[in-house]
T-cell receptor, first 111, second 113 residues
Framework: SQTIHQWPATLVQPVGSPLSLECTVE??????LYWYRQAAGRGLQLLFY??????ISSEVPQNLSASRPQDRQFILSSKKLLLSDSGFYLC??????????FGNGTRLTVT | GNSVTQMEGPVTLSEEAFLTINCTYT??????LFWYVQYPGEGLQLLLK?????DKGSNKGFEATYRKETTSFHLEKGSVQVSDSAVYFC????????????FGGGTRLMVKP
């Protein structure tokens, strides 16, 4: 069966520090991968998605970037965090015709 | 473009009450429709889905029927439990939009004993 791992679960970082959130998927090949952000009290915002290694599409211009160095690895990064980057970050995967499957999320607090 | 509109929460119910969370959508094609549930501190889990008009998705006592004529996919449960307290997201997936999911804003459900 397929599983998705996302870490860390919680993170507190100062403004201006770098960020790296990692997500890996097991049990499937060539998944579509996604990063979503859920701001407090708000819905889900799609940040990035990837249909293959090295292929990244950005939905919203911002202070973040994503990379896919391996087929089942998706990384969300920032060089310098802003206060507005605080939120709940969710990684997800899907097959060609399957629903999204989400990781457990990372709660990021920028202080 | 595609969009999903959900009733704003929070929805507060007593245990064993009947639940309805409204969801309507706008799509250019023939989307598949989903309900996801997010329990406190966790990611989202697929609750149920329907892929064509008049399909009924069901799971864990929850049901939703794909109504093309009213472009709706309302979530219902006959008798809620405290453990159903969570945030519920309605979403659509449109083949014409590359099967990307479009989410509603989420509805928080609070069930009191």
């Amino acid at each position: 069966s397929q599983t998705i791992h996302q870490w860390p679960a919680t993170l507190v970082q100062p403004v201006g520090s770098p960020l790296s959130l990692e997500c890996t998927v097991e049990g499937t090949s060539n998944p579509n991968l996604y990063w979503y952000r859920q701001a407090a009290g708000r819905g889900l915002q799609l940040l990035f998605y990837s249909v293959g290694i090295g292929q990244i599409s950005s939905e919203v211009p911002q202070n973040l970037s994503a990379s896919r160095p391996q087929d089942r690895q998706f990384i969300l990064s920032s060089k310098k965090l802003l206060l507005s980057d605080s939120g709940f970050y969710l990684c997800a995967w899907s097959g060609s015709n399957s629903p999204l499957h989400f990781g457990n999320g990372t709660r990021l607090t920028v202080t | 473009g595609n969009s999903v509109t959900q009733m704003e929460g929070p929805v507060t119910l007593s245990e064993e009450a009947f639940l309805t969370i409204n969801c309507t959508y706008t799509a250019t094609g023939y989307p598949s429709l989903f309900w996801y549930v997010q329990y406190p501190g966790e990611g989202l889990q697929l609750l149920l889905k329907a892929t064509k008009a008049d399909d009924k998705g069901s799971n864990k006592g929850f049901e939703a029927t794909y109504r093309k004529e009213t472009t709706s996919f309302h979530l219902e449960k006959g008798s809620v439990q405290v453990s159903d307290s969570a945030v519920y997201f309605c979403a659509l997936s449109d083949f014409n939009a590359g099967n990307m999911l479009t989410f509603g804003g989420g509805t928080r459900l609070m069930v009191k004993p």
